[in-house]
């Protein structure tokens, strides 16, 4: 990530110009904190999206055939890509013969780590890690029979519409006519499971790690990276959960040689996670010239709801 790309991210945040944009820096900085999350018993996304791949990996691969490459944009850390790339992997594995598996993340370390861990289960296929911001560009060639996952709700629930398309576009010319991709989609609505899910310590150190990385990585001495609270909102219509860091205190940084003034107070929009996303994904997708072939949805006892969808290039 050039400084200046990261300089001007916060810029904006801190102006108001542009808001939810800084998904791609939360993990950057304590990359270790997203393990945890998915591990606490309120992150339902990880657990349902775990039981559809358990319950439904050899329906989802179903048909699926001559594929010898695989594409996974985000693995995240050494849980999902156990709980969720591996049995992927070794569903596809019934009826293909899998050569090569590419981890596209911008945090380094998950990208190596997912490459480590298929390396480590599965000894004949050779993996390959791509450090990047898949939003610009996901810097893999164009590979035939190859099929694309991104499990979690990356692109369509923590991207803004702009990041959302471009991502989209990214993809669909990556894949060629009759190749799939498949994507995790969130659709819980519940205002207080969100609540319990977005609102609480854990979730504010990962929000927290924007602040902690533009520290590190501009060498802002003095500004205190900690001095924000976390404010969790539902907007019902839109249905988003739209998470911000609320200063605890006013301070100034130097940002491309200008004073930004950080007020106390103010609330600065980090990350949205957005509910709509099945809505949202069917018009990103068709629009992209990708279909949705099948979709495997799940709910748990408190009404939460996941989507996995299954997906294929016209
Ligand atoms: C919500 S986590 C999902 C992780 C995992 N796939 C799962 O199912 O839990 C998002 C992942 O995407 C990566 N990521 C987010 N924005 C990105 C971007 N713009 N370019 C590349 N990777 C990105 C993060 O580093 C992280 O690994």
Redesign the pocket.
Known sequence: MSYSRLEQDFIDLFDGKRSAHL??YV?LYRPEI?DDI?NDSRYY??KL?CEIIKKFADKIMLGVNNIFHVVE?????HS?VSS?TLPVLEALRENNIIKQYTA????KE?AYDACQTVKNKFEDIKSNAIV????SDIGVEKITDKIIF?????IFC??NIL?INQ?INNISNLLKTGEYFII?VDITDDEQSLSVTYHNQIVHELLLNVMYNLKQELNLENFDASAFDLVFEWQKESKDVVLYLQAQKTQQIILKDREININQGNKYNIINSRKSSLEIAKSVLEKYNIKIQETFILTDEFGNKFALLKTQKA
């Open positions: 998904s791609k993990h997203y998915v996304i990880y999206e944009l985000g693995p995240g850390s999902p969720k596209v993340d911008i945090t998950y990047t911001n898949f939003v991104s499990f979690g709700g990356t923590n991207n990041e991502t995790g």
